[in-house]
C-alpha cells in the first residue's frame, strides 16, 4: 500500500478554475502515478458523478486502476458494471497537476458543485475530496455529527479498528 492523502486544508480558486493543491497531497499523486518522474506532473482522475454527489473525488491513478480492476470483474452486461462505467469511466475528468502545484478544475465541475472562491480538501486515505466549504459542513459534517449522537456516550471511535479485521 502506498502513502495515504491525510489532512484538511482551504485554498482559493481564481477566476480561472485554477486551485493549488496540498504540498502533501501533491507528494501521494507523484507516488501514485506509476509514470511520474521526478520535474513532472502527477496524472489523477476526478470523479465527480451524478447529481448525488456535491463533491469532487480525486483518484490516483494507482488507484483508479484498481477501480477499473473491480469494474472489469463485473459480469459484463450488468447493471451494478454499468453503473459503476458511467460514474468512473464516463463522469470523470482525467488531468495532471500543472507545474505551479495546481489544478485547473473545468466550469463544468467547479459549477456541479457550486465552487466558487474558495476549495475545501480532505483527505480520504487511497483518495482526497474537494469540496465547496458550506457544502461540507452543512451536508458532510453535519451527517457524521448526527450519526456520533446515536452512539454511547463514552464511545471511543477506536474501538472500530478492533472489528476492521486489522493485525
Not at 37 to 62: A, H, K, W
Not at 100 to 111: C, E, S
Not at 128 to 142: M, V
Request: aromatic content about 10%; charged content about 30%.
Amino acid at each position: 500500500m502506498g502513502r495515504r492523502f491525510r489532512g484538511e486544508s482551504h485554498h482559493k480558486v481564481d477566476t480561472k478554475g485554477r486551485v493549488s493543491i496540498p504540498a502533501s497531497f501533491r507528494r501521494v499523486l507523484e507516488a501514485g502515478d506509476p509514470n511520474w518522474q521526478s520535474g513532472g506532473s502527477p496524472e489523477l482522475v476526478i470523479v465527480y458523478g451524478d447529481q448525488r454527489r456535491n463533491f469532487l473525488e480525486c483518484y490516483t491513478m494507482e488507484a483508479i486502476d484498481e477501480v477499473d480492476a473491480k469494474i472489469d470483474a463485473l459480469p459484463r452486461g450488468s447493471m451494478p458494471r454499468k453503473m459503476l462505467q458511467r460514474m468512473f469511466h464516463g463522469q470523470s475528468f482525467p488531468t495532471n497537476v500543472d507545474e505551479t502545484g495546481r489544478l485547473v478544475l473545468p466550469a463544468k465541475l467547479r459549477n456541479k458543485i457550486d465552487l466558487e472562491a474558495m476549495a475545501f480538501f480532505i483527505g480520504a486515505g487511497d483518495t482526497f475530496q474537494i469540496w465547496k466549504p458550506e457544502t461540507y459542513d452543512e451536508e458532510e459534517l453535519a451527517k457524521s455529527e448526527e450519526w456520533m449522537e446515536d452512539l454511547p456516550e463514552g464511545f471511543d471511535p477506536m474501538e472500530f479498528l478492533d472489528s476492521a479485521g486489522g493485525a
